[in-house]
Antibody
Framework: QVHLVESGGGVVQPGRSLRVSCAASGFMFRRYGMHWVRQTPGKGLEWVAAIWFDGTNEDYADSVKGRFTIFRDNSKNTLYLQMNSLRVEDSAVYYC??????????????WGQGTLVTVSS | EIVLTQSPGTLSLSPGERATLSCRAGQSVSSSYLAWYQQKPGQAPRLLIYGASIRATGIPDRFSGSGSGTDFTLTISRLEPEDFAVYYCQQYDSSPMYTFGPGTKLEIK
């Protein structure tokens, strides 16, 4: 049974950094691409970043490019999102989601429960 | 970026009725690249349909998807109490870029 558990969310001041994590279990983590998707009441669901199964390729939404970094540790079955230079508009629930492919596919077949990030002074 | 619009914003129906949810794209989307998700309060989205019409594993056959080009539809043939939720469509294009519609809230009448 696929299980994705996010952690690391919290309240952070604008301009500061935060790292969120996603622990995966119930499937061969190293064989799948992974994503971060965020959700806010105002903007809805927004794809943030993707990483291939082996970590060799990353992609980012324009809204976070240059500030966020997605990476993974396949030995620990864990996905990460390093968020720097945070802005108020980055406040959201951050979900990790599994790609249906090893690379960047067309949809997300399993999602975690999310972790809330609030950027506020 | 391909913009998705969903209609109606809210749909009020009774259990046992048929629900028809629409997703329209600002430009043509390959059917292979269109998916539907269900989200209940406090829960993560759940994949229902991918490739516009293929039910994900474990999804009941009362859920069906159809459409092509710019117009796609999610149909729930006979509503069960657990089907009342928010439904999102999502598309993929090159870059990669993934965009979601704003959602349709399906509520009990």
């Amino acid at each position: 049974q696929v299980h994705l558990v996010e952690s690391g969310g919290g309240v952070v001041q604008p301009g500061r950094s935060l790292r969120v994590s996603c622990a995966a279990s119930g499937f061969m983590f190293r064989r799948y691409g992974m994503h971060w998707v965020r959700q806010t009441p105002g903007k809805g669901l927004e794809w943030v970043a993707a990483i291939w199964f082996d970590g060799t390729n990353e992609d980012y939404a324009d809204s976070v490019k240059g500030r966020f970094t997605i990476f993974r540790d396949n030995s620990k079955n864990t996905l990460y999102l390093q968020m720097n230079s945070l802005r108020v508009e980055d406040s959201a629930v951050y979900y990790c989601a599994r790609d249906h492919l090893a690379s960047s596919g067309y949809y997300f077949d399993f999602w975690g429960q999310g972790t809330l990030v609030t950027v506020s002074s | 970026e391909i913009v998705l619009t969903q209609s109606p914003g809210t749909l009020s129906l009774s259990p046992g009725e048929r629900a028809t949810l629409s997703c329209r794209a600002g430009q043509s989307v390959s059917s292979s690249y269109l998916a539907w998700y269900q989200q209940k309060p406090g829960q993560a989205p759940r994949l229902l349909i991918y490739g516009a019409s293929i039910r994900a594993t474990g999804i009941p056959d009362r859920f069906s998807g159809s459409g092509s080009g710019t117009d796609f539809t999610l149909t729930i043939s006979r509503l069960e109490p657990e089907d009342f939720a928010v439904y999102y469509c999502q598309q993929y294009d090159s870059s990669p870029m993934y965009t979601f519609g704003p959602g349709t809230k399906l509520e009990i009448k």
